[in-house]
């Protein structure tokens, strides 16, 4: 089976064009559901190939500042009584 994203064999992406010509992504497994709450989606879409990946690069990039996000505020966060460490 080749790849979707030709020289990346391991892509979370699975990505394909339409009858119609339209470029359509969707990724193999859900975001975060805290990411999809906030607007993460799980399939995009584009004009050309380039739009796509773009789509796909704001999908991941959001995501990836909402986790950095949780995890500063978990570590910001202070020990109560009974935590484990």
């Known amino acids: 089976m080749a790849p979707d ?5 391991s892509s979370p992406w699975h990505m394909w064009r339409s009858d119609a010509g339209r470029w359509w992504a969707t990724r ?3 975001f ?4 999809e709450y906030e607007g993460a989606y799980r399939t995009v879409d584009g004009d050309t190939q ?4 773009r789509s796909i690069a704001q999908q991941e990039s959001a ?4 986790l950095a996000t ?3 505020r978990t570590e910001e966060a202070p020990l109560r ?3 484990a460490c």
Do not use: E
């Open 50 to 53: 380039l739009d796509l990946v």
């Open 5 to 9: 994203f030709p020289g990346i064999p």
């Open 32 to 35: 975060d559901p805290d990411d």
């Open 28 to 30: 193999a497994r859900r």
């Open 81 to 83: 009584t009974g935590d």
């Open 63 to 66: 995501a990836a500042v909402r």
């Open 70 to 72: 949780r995890l500063a």
